[in-house]
């Protein structure tokens, strides 16, 4: 593993990083541009989620992260958290059903988009309980996805997927990707990072470096 992760040499980025620290790991310093993808890779337990949870203004912290230029402390953390978009390993959901969560002004985007999935509409009427946990994470990534995030933080999104749905998200990330959304992605598989990433960081003892 070698040292520090070096901000990027292009200018304006999408995402800044400076001096982000916590009780469990810090300080980071690091950029991602628009359109661009980094894959974080660890041990179990090395605190990938907390960085995630970090950026998106969820966890405690010190130091400063920026969005093209804009502080996260120069606005509320809910208009904060409309941009930077965090999508835990296990997604919350406060309603009934999946549809609930989506707005009027989404829908075009969600029948749009559900198909790309390999999901089913009915499933919007489901109850999040009879769902199986890969549809559930499936609608999770939808979910994420139809907010518009500039920057979309993900903690292993395709765990629980069978590979004709992994290869699914991952298209459609790339879709994203290829229209200046940025990624941030925590994934155990080599292979995904590889996939996916322009860049790779590897996490482990509250340090960041590259692979």
Do not use: N
Request: hydrophobic residues 45%.
């Amino acid at each position: 593993m070698s040292g520090p992760v070096r901000a990027s040499a292009r200018s304006s980025p999408r995402l800044a990083v400076r001096g982000l620290r916590s009780r469990f790991g810090g300080p980071f310093d690091f950029e991602l541009q628009a359109g661009e993808c980094v894959a974080i890779q660890g041990p179990s337990g090395a605190g990938k989620s907390v960085l995630l949870r970090m950026l998106a203004d969820l966890d405690p912290h010190e130091g400063e992260v920026l969005l093209d230029g804009q502080s996260s402390a120069s606005m509320p953390a809910p208009a904060w958290r409309a941009r930077v978009v965090y999508q835990a390993a296990e997604a919350a959901w406060w309603e009934a059903t999946a549809g609930e969560h989506f707005t009027d002004a989404q829908r075009d985007f969600v029948d749009r988009t559900l198909a790309a999935l390999g999901l089913s509409a009915t499933l919007l009427e489901t109850e999040i309980e009879r769902l199986s946990t890969g549809e559930r994470q499936r609608l999770a990534l939808l979910r994420s996805l139809a907010a518009q995030p500039r920057v979309l933080l993900l903690d292993e999104p395709t765990a629980a997927l069978d590979p004709a749905s992994v290869k699914r998200a991952e298209d459609l990330l790339a879709a994203r990707l290829a229209e200046g959304m940025t990624v941030l992605i925590v994934t155990h598989s080599v292979e995904q990072a590889q996939r996916l990433a322009q860049r790779i960081f590897h996490l482990e003892h509250g340090k960041l470096g590259t692979t």
